[in-house]
Structure formats: structure tokens, C-alpha cells
């Protein structure tokens, strides 16, 4: 079976910091890439950083970019987000997925196959 489990989220001031896990289990870690998206409320569920399965690539949204650095252990099976300067923007719950040996650059969410249950990020003003 299967498991995507985010943590690290909380309530941090805006310019503050957090550093988000997804810590996966039930399959071969090291064939997949791994995204984190973010859904604010009452909006979609929207891209935010993905590192492929080998860890030579990363991909960021525009709105994260130089802020937010994403990052993977294999021997640990657990992707990181680093999240910098925090906006109040930046607030939503967070969700990593994981899709079989795809390129970092895949920015849509049917590509990919599991999922965590969230972990909910704020960032006040």
C-alpha cells in the first residue's frame, strides 16, 4: 500500500520560514518524481515545485521561484520544501504526489498517481 505523509506545516509570520517533509512508503522511492502542490481556499489545487526521481531536475511556479527550494533524500524516502520569505499569499494546504519515473517539468495534477493527505501551511500578515 501505498503512503504519502506531509508534515511540517504551522503558523509562521509573513518573511518567516518552514520546511515542509513527504515521507513515502509502499513503493520504490527512487522511481518517482515527486511534486508539492497547494490549494488555497476556495481556489485550485495549483503547482508548486517537483524534483524528478533522481534528483537532477527541479521545477518551480513562478510565484515560489528563488524563494522555495525542493530537495529529496532516497535513502530516507522523503522529499523537503523549503519555504523562505513566506507570503500571506503562500497560505493554503500543501500536498506532495508522486508520479513513476516523470520529468520534473509535469505541472498538471493528473500526472500524478498518489497522494498525501495535506499539511496545512499560514503565513499572517
Known amino acids: 500500500q501505498v503512503r504519502l505523509v506531509e508534515s511540517g506545516g504551522g503558523l509562521v509570520q509573513a518573511g518567516g520560514s518552514l520546511r515542509l517533509s513527504c515521507a513515502a512508503s509502499g513503493l ?3 522511481t518517482y518524481t515527486i511534486a508539492w502542490f497547494r ?22 511556479a513562478d510565484s515560489v521561484k528563488g ?8 535513502a530516507k524516502n522523503t522529499v523537503y520544501l523549503q519555504m523562505n520569505s513566506l507570503k500571506p499569499e503562500d497560505t493554503a494546504v500543501y500536498y506532495c504526489g508522486a508520479n513513476y519515473y516523470g520529468t520534473a517539468g509535469l505541472t498538471g495534477e493528473a500526472h500524478y498517481s498518489y497522494w498525501g493527505q495535506g499539511t496545512q501551511v499560514t503565513a499572517s500578515s
Do not use: L
Not at 42 to 57: D, L, M
Not at 67 to 74: A, E, G, Y
Open 39 to 60: 490549494q488555497a481556499p476556495e481556489k485550485e489545487r495549483e503547482f508548486v515545485a517537483s524534483i524528478s526521481w533522481n534528483g537532477g531536475s527541479t521545477y518551480y
Open 28 to 30: 520504490t522511492f527512487s
Open 67 to 74: 524563494r522555495f527550494t525542493i530537495s529529496r533524500d532516497n
